[in-house]
């Protein structure tokens, strides 16, 4: 059963960096496509990042491009999203999710708050 736990979301101001984790079981977290989506209030799931099984090839929106990198940790099956310059459009729900460009299956998700 595919298991993924996000966590690291808090309030923050804008202009302030936040990295967010996504905890994967269940599966081979290894030989996986990973990414990252959200869901602003009152919105729809916007695919944000997603990064290759072995990191070659890293996709990203435009809306966070330059602004967020997304990482992993294969051997701790952890996925990684820092998000700098974050800006009040950037608060949403945050999920990791696994497949390329995939919105589901995803975790529970963590929040995340930019406001001043």
């Known amino acids: 059963e595919v298991r993924l736990v996000e966590s690291g979301g808090t309030t923050v101001a804008p202009g302030e960096s936040l990295r967010l984790s996504c905890a994967a079981s269940?599966?081979?977290?290894?030989?996986?496509?990973m990414s990252w989506v959200r869901q602003a209030p009152g919105g729809g799931l916007e695919w944000i990042a997603s990064?290759?099984?072995?990191?070659?090839?890293?996709f990203y929106s435009d809306s966070v491009r330059g602004r967020f990198t997304i990482s992993r940790d294969n051997g701790k099956s952890i996925l990684f999203l820092q998000m700098r310059s974050l800006k009040t459009a950037d608060t949403a729900m945050y999920y990791c999710?696994?497949?390329?460009?995939?919105?589901?299956?995803r975790g529970q998700g963590t929040l995340v708050t930019v406001s001043s």
């Open positions: 999710a696994k497949g390329l460009r995939a919105v589901a299956p």
């Open positions: 269940g599966f081979t977290f290894s030989a996986s496509s």
């Open positions: 990064m290759t099984a072995g990191g070659g090839n890293i």
